[in-house]
């Protein structure tokens, strides 16, 4: 059963906290991506990344870095979080095969910067 | 920018009723793809339909249709004969160049 597994569901953290939220993948996927899920937004890219060591900027990457050092693992970073940046966050990859259909998505994590 | 655009920010609809929800897109690659996915209010995002560009058929799973029109840049999920549990919110996505790109979603409820 393919799995995409993120590390809490939920997280409270403090303003100015440096923040980490894992996810890793079993599925050897190429891609994976960072959403994060606000009412009435929808899902927006934060940053994706396409290989080891390689990321793109999304839509919205201010306030956030990444971090891929193995194909089955990617990190979102909160270098000093913010209250604006609480939100449900979510993870999911692809396989990277041209027509190859779905995103795998994790459980998501709700975080709240207090 | 890639865009995708859902008007619709929520509807009603009575069981049994089909159901279209609307989706544009923007790209003017000639390659990419098109998915539908449905997020009840326990919050996994479950995968509902795909369309290729290159599909000449429009891509059916089940009570899903998916109405592609390619010309006008739309591909729009209809869902037959309508049932309590399709009350969720919906995204439309566009994946181009392995980059994948959703809406602002639609928040669809079903009337007993």
């Known amino acids: 059963d393919v799995k995409v597994t993120q590390s809490s569901r939920y997280l409270v953290k403090r303003t100015g906290e440096k923040v980490f939220l894992e996810c890793v993948q079993d599925?050897?996927?190429?891609?994976m991506f960072w959403y994060r899920q606000d009412p009435g937004l929808g899902l927006r890219l934060i940053y994706f990344?396409?290989?080891?060591?390689?990321?793109e900027k999304g839509d919205i990457p201010e306030g956030y870095s990444v971090s891929r050092e193995k194909k089955e693992r990617f990190s979102l970073i909160l270098e000093s979080a913010s209250t604006n940046q609480t939100s449900m966050y979510l993870c999911?990859?692809?396989?990277?095969?041209?027509?190859?259909?779905?995103?795998?998505f994790g459980q998501g994590t709700r975080l709240t910067v207090v | 920018a890639q865009k995708i655009t859902q008007t619709q920010p929520g509807m009603f609809v009575q069981e049994k009723e089909a159901v279209t929800l609307d989706c544009t897109y923007d790209?003017?690659?000639?390659?990419?793809?098109l998915f539908w996915y449905k997020q009840p209010s326990s919050g996994e995002m479950i995968f509902l339909i795909y369309?290729?560009?290159?599909?000449?058929q429009n891509a059916t799973e089940g009570r899903y249709s998916l109405n592609f029109q390619k010309a006008r840049k739309s591909a729009n999920l209809v869902i037959s004969a309508s049932q309590l549990g399709d009350s969720a919110m919906y995204f439309c996505?566009?994946?181009?160049?392995?980059?994948?790109?959703f809406g602002k979603g639609t928040r669809l409820h079903i009337l007993p």
């Open positions: 999911a990859s692809t396989p990277g095969v041209t027509g190859v259909t779905e995103a795998f």
């Open positions: 599925m050897d996927h190429e891609n």
């Open positions: 990344s396409y290989d080891v060591k390689m990321k």
């Open positions: 790209t003017s690659d000639q390659s990419y793809g």
């Open positions: 369309q290729g560009s290159y599909d000449e």
């Open positions: 996505a566009e994946n181009r160049d392995d980059k994948i790109i």
